[in-house]
């Protein structure tokens, strides 16, 4: 079974610094998909970031991008340019065909 | 356009009974999906559409929960004789199809008392 963890449960950011979210995950299949998703407050669950773990390069969504080692079974998110609006729980997701496998999160807190 | 509905969006139901919460995925999307996440966790998946047919319910945590997507569209979880265990949020995603990404509505919060 596919497994993802989140190692950091809590971690705060200065706004306008850059902050980097890690995730580890196990699985013995070659070809899936890692996501992060972003829960603020209002506990919506908004898409942040996208890898395909055929693709190496790294993906990047404006101030938002991946560090995605696949040997090391690893996919870190950076947030550059922390904004106050960026303070919301972070899932990150493991996908290898139909559902969703996901991590316990990390809590950010960007202060102002 | 619009996105992935859920309704109603808060529940509140006594221990024993049966409750129905229904999703309304975005247009075109063929992949449905629930899930259940309990406060401070990530979401569990519970089951999941292509279609009409229902692809995956190993998640169901027993059988008091069933789901259902009859035309292909919305779909319908519900949850039998509940108890006070059964409350979460109960999420529900859509996709394109398979392997694309997911698009989740606001939830359903439900409480058991």
């Known amino acids: 079974a596919q497994t993802v963890t989140q190692s950091q449960p809590e971690m705060s950011v200065q706004e306008a610094e850059t902050v980097t979210l890690s995730c580890t995950y196990d699985t013995s299949e070659n070809n899936y998909y890692l996501f992060w998703y972003k829960q603020p407050p209002s506990r919506q669950m908004i898409l942040v970031i996208r890898q395909e773990a055929y693709k190496q390069q790294n993906a990047t969504e404006n101030r938002f991008s991946v560090n995605f080692q696949k040997a090391a079974k690893s996919f870190s998110l950076k947030i550059s340019d922390s904004q106050l609006g960026d303070t919301a729980m972070y899932f990150c997701a493991y996908n290898a065909g139909n559902m969703l496998t996901f991590g316990g999160g990390t809590r950010l807190m960007v202060k102002p | 356009g619009a996105g992935v509905s859920q309704s109603p969006r808060y529940k509140v139901t006594k221990r024993g009974q049966d409750v129905a919460l229904r999703c309304d995925p975005i247009?075109?999307?063929?992949?449905l999906y629930w899930y259940r996440q309990a406060l401070g966790q990530g979401p569990e998946f519970l089951t999941y559409?292509?279609?009409?047919?229902?692809?995956?319910k190993s998640g169901l945590p027993n059988d008091r929960f069933s789901a259902e997507r009859p035309e292909g569209s919305i779909s319908t979880l519900t949850i039998q004789r509940t108890e006070q265990r059964d409350s979460a949020m109960y999420r529900c995603?859509?996709?394109?199809?398979?392997?694309?990404?997911?698009?989740f509505g606001p939830g359903t919060r439900l409480t058991v008392t």
């Open positions: 559409f292509n279609y009409e047919a229902q692809q995956d």
């Open positions: 995603a859509s996709s394109l199809w398979d392997n694309y990404e997911q698009y």
């Open positions: 247009s075109g999307h063929v992949s």
